[in-house]
C-alpha cells in the first residue's frame, strides 16, 4: 500500500499510497451484496434484484463509502510502516481520481513528529535551594488570618487607616455623581491622597477632595483625570480584630495555638517546597531545551501562537486596554511559542522513552484536589476544561509533563551551595 516516502524536511514527509485494484474491488462488491440483500426494486423481491440493476443504483454510492472506508485505514497503515507520527491532518497533493478495477493512487504530506537523537536527561546539574521557616513567616501567616476574621462594627468616628466607609461623591459641576459608595480607606480603589484626607472625618462631615485617578484606573470615567471630589460620609466602621489565642486556634479547627503554630510552619514549609520545586524544574527544563537541537513542526508553533494571541487578547480585554497590532504582536509571542513547543515535544519524547503515563485516577484525583482548592464542585471543573480544550486532553497532558519533570528531577544532580 505504501510505496515511497519522501523526505519534504525533517519534520514534513510526502507519502505517495496506492491501493490494488482487486483490494478495492473486492470491498466493494462485499459491500454491493449487502445492499442487494435489503434492497427492494420493482419487479423483485427483496434481497432477488440483479447485481447488475443493483450496480446501476447504488454502485457510486457505494464506490464512496468504500473509499471514505479504506482511505483513513491505508494512511493509518502507511503511518505505521514509515514510522512517523503526524502533528496534522495529511493534505492530499492532487484530487481523487478513482476508477473501477484500476489501482487507486494518491500522494499526500504531512507534518510530523521530529526524531529526537540522543536523549541526555539524567543527572542534570540543579542548585539546591534550602528552605526555612522563621517565626516572621508565621505571625505574618496568623494575622492573615485574622484578618479574614475580623468583624466590621459601626461607628460615629474618627475615620482611620483600614476603617470601611460608605460614602456619596459628585464633581462640582455634575458629570458624575455615585451614591453610596462603600470603601476600604487605604485601598487602591481611590488615589492615597484621597484616603489621607478623609482620616479624622466623622459620620455626615462634608470635605472637597483634588485628586489624581491613574491611567489604568478600573472606572474609564476617571481614568487618568484629575478631579475635584465633593464628599459626604455616610457611614463608618471600624475593624475589630479577634485575639490571636487558644480560641482562635479552636476556631481554626486546631486544639491550642502552639498546635497552630506548628501546623501553620508546616504548611508555609510545603508552600516554599513546591516553590522551589518549581524553580529547580524551570531550570531543569531549560537546561534541556539548551542541550538539544531539532527541527519544529511549524503548524505547531502557528497553533501555539494562536493560543498565546488568545491569552493575550483576554488578559486585555480584562485590563480594558487596547490590542495592539496584530503581525506585531504575532512576532513578539512566536520566541515563546516556539519554546514552549520544543518543550513539550522534548518531554513527550523522554515520556515515551520512560513509558509514562496518566490514567485515569490519575486525572480523577487531580480534580479532586483542584476542586478542594478552589472551593468548586468537581464537575464545574470538567466542565471548564471540556469547554476550554474540548475534552480533557489538556489536562491530561499538563499532568503527563508533571510526571516527566518529576521524574527528570529524580535523577537530576542535586549541586549543594549558598
Known amino acids: 500500500m505504501l510505496k515511497v516516502v519522501e523526505d519534504i524536511s525533517t519534520t514534513k514527509k510526502r507519502l505517495k499510497i496506492e491501493i490494488p485494484a482487486d483490494t478495492i474491488e473486492k470491498e466493494i462488491q462485499g459491500s454491493l451484496e449487502k445492499v442487494r440483500k435489503t434492497a427492494t426494486l420493482p419487479g423483485f423481491r427483496t434481497g432477488k434484484a440483479p447485481m447488475t440493476l443493483i450496480e446501476k443504483k447504488y454502485g457510486k454510492k457505494v464506490e464512496g463509502e468504500v473509499l471514505d472506508r479504506m482511505i483513513p485505514q491505508v494512511y493509518a497503515e502507511a503511518l505505521t510502516r ?75 468616628g474618627p475615620i482611620n487607616g483600614n476603617d470601611l466607609i460608605s460614602f456619596d461623591y459628585c464633581t462640582p459641576e455634575g458629570d458624575i455623581s455615585v451614591k453610596d459608595q462603600i470603601y476600604k480607606v487605604g485601598g487602591s480603589l481611590f488615589p492615597k491622597e484621597f484616603s489621607e484626607r478623609l482620616v479624622g472625618m466623622k459620620k455626615n462631615d462634608e470635605l472637597s477632595i483634588e485628586t489624581t485617578f491613574p491611567e489604568d484606573h478600573v472606572s474609564e470615567k476617571l481614568a487618568g483625570k484629575h478631579l475635584t471630589l465633593q464628599v459626604v460620609v455616610k457611614d463608618i466602621k471600624k475593624v475589630n480584630l479577634p485575639d490571636i489565642d487558644d480560641e482562635f486556634a479552636k476556631d481554626a479547627g486546631i486544639d491550642n495555638l502552639d498546635a497552630l503554630k506548628n501546623h501553620v510552619r ?153
Open 82 to 156: 514509515a514510522e512517523i507520527t503526524p502533528v496534522t491532518d495529511p493534505v492530499l497533493e492532487e484530487g481523487i481520481d478513482f476508477k473501477r478495477h484500476r489501482p487507486f493512487a494518491m500522494t499526500l504530506t504531512v507534518e510530523v513528529m521530529p526524531k529526537i537523537d540522543d536523549l541526555v536527561y539524567e543527572h542534570v546539574a540543579i542548585r539546591d535551594i534550602p528552605v526555612s521557616v522563621d517565626d516572621a513567616d508565621i505571625i505574618s501567616v496568623l494575622k492573615r488570618m485574622q484578618e479574614e476574621k475580623a468583624i466590621y462594627e459601626p461607628s460615629e
Open 266 to 418: 508546616e504548611e508555609i514549609l510545603k508552600a516554599k517546597r513546591n516553590e522551589v520545586t518549581k524553580i529547580q524544574k524551570a531550570e531543569m527544563l531549560k537546561k534541556l531545551l539548551d542541550s538539544h537541537e531539532f527541527d519544529l513542526p511549524e503548524s505547531m508553533i502557528e497553533s501555539e501562537i494562536a493560543a498565546l494571541l488568545f491569552n493575550e487578547a483576554s488578559r486585555k480585554d480584562q485590563e480594558g486596554k487596547v490590542d495592539r497590532d496584530r503581525e506585531v504582536l504575532k512576532q513578539e509571542l512566536r520566541p515563546d511559542a516556539i519554546r514552549n513547543v520544543k518543550g513539550s515535544l522534548l518531554l513527550a519524547a523522554i515520556g515515551k522513552k520512560e513509558k509514562v503515563s496518566v490514567s485515569e485516577d490519575d486525572v480523577k484525583n487531580a480534580i479532586l484536589a483542584m476542586a478542594r482548592r478552589f472551593a468548586v464542585p468537581p464537575e464545574n471543573l470538567i466542565k471548564f476544561y471540556i469547554s476550554k480544550d474540548g475534552s480533557l486532553n489538556g489536562l491530561k497532558n499538563s499532568l503527563f509533563e508533571e510526571k516527566v519533570l518529576d521524574l527528570i528531577l529524580s535523577k537530576a544532580a542535586i549541586e549543594k551551595g549558598e
